[in-house]
């Protein structure tokens, strides 16, 4: 009996220890290397064009390991929440998650900033800010933190309020409750353009504006109309407040353990990818508003200057006008 307890206890011990790696026990299918599996987890659903992308870059990063290194996708949270994956990644597990500034800015305050509104006016100025001086010492203090991000640009397109009313000036939000995420940088930077944040999951979001418990959302196209937002709101107020950057991370530990020419690979063609997806993103952001509006909903064209006024109540109170201008000036933007 003792000796089939020991057998077991020894078993449980190599099931564990594959499933911390991330490698298979046995040879890969060419050159003799072990078989790396990451399993990428994103609260996006299937039909999200980013998903699309994540599988590209999967299928990249196969053909250039010789199926030695694969990218298993799992859409809709079917992983768990992203703080749990989050915290797996930690530990050395081998999985990834897409994640973004705010999420990380509980482990480096500063990086933050990117989800600031009017940080970036489009998706080229965001990949700038990422590729910045200021934001390649947050990466390495990322590291410093067992975090490894793998591509800072993976882009959802740009925020807009949706709303029962029409909005043109921050004036018009004032009374207004507005969903947004939990983060308190996108909450203030919301309250600072007139509305009254409420922090609310995204699945959440129809129910409660059927109810009115809600009289808004701010949100990009591509989640407002797979989400329907179509039916319970009627104008898309096109402010363009948050460009929304979105980061892929993995734990250090785990990510040291990879051959150096698989880390090259993983690294290179999901920045590829991201900056190919970028561009779908957008198209497909182009069509979903189209659709919009013959479901009947209107498009304002609000005063941007406006509101990126607003705002800097935002950049004032959490203290981020400094750093803005610092990364403003590293990017040559005025």
Same mark, same amino acid.
């Given at each position: 009996?003792?000796?089939?307890?020991?057998?077991?206890?020894?078993?449980?011990?190599?099931?564990?220890?594959?499933?911390?790696?991330?490698?298979?026990?046995?040879?890969?299918?060419?050159?003799?290397?072990?078989?790396?599996?990451?399993?990428?987890?994103?609260? !996006? @659903?299937?039909?999200?064009?980013?998903?699309? $992308?994540?599988?590209? +870059? =999967? /299928?990249? #990063? %196969?053909?250039?390991?010789?199926?030695?290194?694969?990218?298993?996708?799992?859409?809709?949270?079917?992983?768990?929440?992203?703080?749990?994956?989050?915290?797996?990644?930690?530990?050395?597990?081998?999985?990834?998650?897409?994640?973004?500034?705010?999420?990380?800015?509980?482990?480096?305050?500063?990086?933050?900033?990117?989800?600031?509104?009017?940080?970036?006016?489009?998706?080229?100025?965001?990949?700038?800010?990422?590729?910045?001086?200021?934001?390649?010492?947050?990466?390495?203090?990322?590291?410093?933190?067992?975090?490894?991000?793998?591509?800072?640009?993976?882009?959802?397109?740009?925020?807009?309020?949706?709303?029962?009313?029409?909005?043109?000036?921050?004036?018009? !939000? @004032?009374?207004?409750?507005?969903?947004?995420? $939990?983060?308190?940088? +996108? =909450? /203030?930077? #919301? %309250?600072?353009?007139?509305?009254?944040?409420?922090?609310?999951?995204?699945?959440?979001?129809?129910?409660?504006?059927?109810?009115?418990?809600?009289?808004?959302?701010?949100?990009?196209?591509?989640?407002?109309?797979?989400?329907?937002?179509?039916?319970?709101?009627?104008?898309?107020?096109?402010?363009?407040?948050?460009?929304?950057?979105?980061?892929?991370?993995?734990?250090?530990?785990?990510?040291?353990?990879?051959?150096?020419?698989?880390?090259?690979?993983?690294?290179?063609?999901?920045?590829?990818?991201?900056?190919?997806?970028?561009?779908?993103?957008?198209?497909?952001?182009?069509?979903?508003?189209?659709?919009?509006?013959?479901?009947?909903?209107?498009?304002?064209?609000?005063?941007?200057?406006?509101?990126?006024?607003?705002?800097?109540?935002?950049?004032?109170?959490?203290?981020?006008?400094?750093?803005?201008?610092?990364?403003?000036?590293?990017?040559?933007?005025?």
């Amino acid at each position: 009996m003792k000796k089939k307890t020991l057998l077991a206890v020894l078993a449980a011990g190599i099931v564990a220890g594959l499933l911390f790696t991330g490698c298979a026990k046995k040879d890969g299918p060419s050159g003799g290397k072990q078989t790396f599996i990451l399993k990428m987890s994103t609260q !996006l @659903n299937e039909s999200s064009p980013m998903v699309g $992308g994540f599988k590209e +870059w =999967a /299928k990249a #990063v %196969e053909e250039k390991t010789s199926g030695n290194l694969k990218i298993e996708v799992f859409p809709s949270a079917q992983l768990g929440s992203d703080e749990d994956v989050i915290e797996q990644a930690l530990q050395g597990v081998n999985v990834a998650v897409l994640t973004d500034g705010g999420r990380m800015a509980n482990y480096v305050k500063d990086i933050g900033i990117i989800g600031m509104p009017y940080i970036a006016g489009n998706y080229d100025e965001l990949r700038k800010i990422t590729e910045s001086k200021t934001f390649a010492a947050w990466d390495a203090q990322l590291i410093q933190n067992g975090m490894r991000i793998l591509s800072y640009n993976w882009y959802d397109g740009p925020r807009n309020f949706y709303t029962t009313k029409p909005v043109n000036v921050p004036a018009d !939000l @004032n009374g207004q409750r507005i969903r947004t995420p $939990g983060a308190p940088v +996108w =909450a /203030k930077s #919301v %309250e600072s353009m007139g509305a009254t944040p409420i922090a609310m999951g995204w699945n959440d979001s129809y129910n409660a504006l059927q109810s009115k418990s809600i009289d808004g959302v701010e949100v990009q196209s591509t989640s407002a109309y797979p989400a329907r937002m179509y039916e319970v709101l009627k104008y898309i107020n096109k402010t363009e407040h948050f460009q929304l950057a979105n980061f892929i991370m993995v734990g250090e530990k785990w990510f040291s353990a990879l051959p150096a020419d698989y880390q090259k690979i993983l690294m290179d063609e999901c920045k590829k990818a991201s900056y190919e997806n970028a561009q779908i993103v957008l198209k497909t952001a182009g069509d979903y508003e189209k659709l919009m509006i013959e479901k009947g909903m209107i498009i304002t064209n609000p005063d941007k200057a406006a509101f990126s006024k607003a705002a800097e109540k935002a950049y004032d109170e959490l203290g981020f006008k400094t750093l803005r201008d610092q990364i403003w000036s590293e990017i040559g933007k005025k």
